[in-house]
């Protein structure tokens, strides 16, 4: 079977740089309008969970933060991200807000930094409008550094990045039919690639991987996914022994964000404002909770998930403000629910491995 490795983040942003002229920019989580950074030759590299040893960002944090903040921060202080031509922070969760609030006012970076502020739920009529009017903000702020944005690009972009969901949502159908012969650990290797590489290199990857697996699968027992990414890696492979399908996620790095449905806009502008209003819910952007429990469900029930595991970074309060209720009405519904809390990278205690095998044991 082919694998599919992309090549390391800190060659790849150099190789960007030097043939194609790209300005790599660090964008922390979660949604923001790639297309627009696509079409002005910026390369958005994702900041969400760098392996490295936390020793400065402490200094500038209360300890109850996140370690998606710590570790992005970390990254900065320890100047690997001197190769970058700027940073983008949306307006996530406070926790994000506060860290470009460091990165920007407090440390003499010396780089361009751009903030995104997209709405939240309950969204009016209004919502659309302040959208629109924050994307065309964002491209004249970018347009200073980088030059004219110029549309017709943008058009191109925007439907790149649909194919690109397209391939995406594909993946997602075959996994949850059973019909895709990827290990758990192979299919977010393979998808988080996305979170680097440009469009151009990442769409023949992923058309690759969905030729090369296509096909009737093990038959495992298959589970969803929720919370923000899939990390500790450890849960990944611990699946896979176990004999375990992730056959559905809802995870703000990889569902939540990638798997927009199709639009029907001639405007760049309008097709990037409908995409984002068609996201499925998501705690960042305050959606109502049942909202968030009618889709568990509903990916329950065209996968035939009977359990649900909450794979927790430690301290996030958007998701812990939701999780008991959560927990409490997917159980009044029949579908049972673990909770996997950690550290990013920093693997699975016994204890919690121990948890996962007998809750797999008790759903199957
Ligand atoms: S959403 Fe959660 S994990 Fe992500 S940055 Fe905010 S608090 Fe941290």
């Known amino acids: ?12 942003i150099r190789q ?26 910026v390369l958005p590299v994702e900041i969400w969970d760098p392996p490295l040893e936390v020793s400065h960002a402490n200094a500038h944090l209360q300890p109850y933060i996140c370690s998606v ?45 751009y903030f995104f502020y997209h709405p939240k739920a309950p969204y009016r009529s209004s919502s659309r409008q302040y959208y ?56 977010y290797r393979v998808i988080r690639q996305g979170e680097y590489l440009h469009p151009d290199d990442f769409l023949p990857i992923l058309e690759g991987f969905l030729a090369d697996r296509k096909g009737q699968a093990d038959r495992l027992c298959p589970i969803i996914l929720s919370g923000i990414l899939p990390n500790p890696q450890e849960i990944l492979h611990l699946l896979d022994n176990l004999e375990a399908r992730v056959a559905e996620d809802d995870l703000l790095n990889c ?31 305050d959606s109502p909770l049942m909202e968030r429990v009618g889709f568990l469900l509903q990916k329950a029930a065209h996968t035939d998930a009977r359990g649900v595991i ?26 049972a629910s673990l909770v996997v809390d950690s550290e990013l990278n920093q693997g699975l205690s016994g204890q919690l491995a121990t948890r996962v095998e007998a809750f797999l044991e008790m759903i199957r």
């Open 255 to 285: 569902s939540r964000r990638l798997l927009q449905p199709p639009v029907a806009r001639e405007d760049p502008f309008e097709a990037l404002a409908e995409n984002y209003f068609a996201m499925p819910p998501c705690t960042t952007k």
């Open 310 to 335: 909450f794979c927790m970074v430690k301290f996030c309060e958007p998701e812990f403000f939701d999780l008991p209720q959560m927990v409490e009405e997917l159980k009044e519904k029949g579908l």
């Open 16 to 41: 960007q740089k030097q043939t194609h002229g790209r300005h790599p920019f660090g964008v922390f989580p979660a949604h923001y309008p790639r297309e627009i950074l696509w079409a002005m030759n």
């Open 69 to 113: 903040v710590k570790l992005g921060l970390e990254l900065i202080l320890q100047g690997q991200c001197d190769d970058l031509d700027g940073f983008l922070f949306p307006h996530t969760c406070d926790s994000i807000q506060n860290l470009a609030s460091i990165v920007y006012d407090y440390l003499d970076i010396k780089k361009p930094c």
């Open 1 to 12: 079977m082919t694998q599919f490795y992309g090549p390391s983040r800190k060659r790849y």
């Open 132 to 187: 629109l009017e924050q994307l065309q903000t964002l491209a004249s702020r970018l347009e200073k550094q980088l030059g004219p944005l110029d549309l017709s690009e943008l058009k191109q972009r925007v439907q790149q990045g649909e194919r690109l969901a397209y391939v995406l949502r594909e993946l997602y159908t075959l996994r949850a039919r059973g019909e895709l012969c990827a290990s758990n650990t192979e299919f």
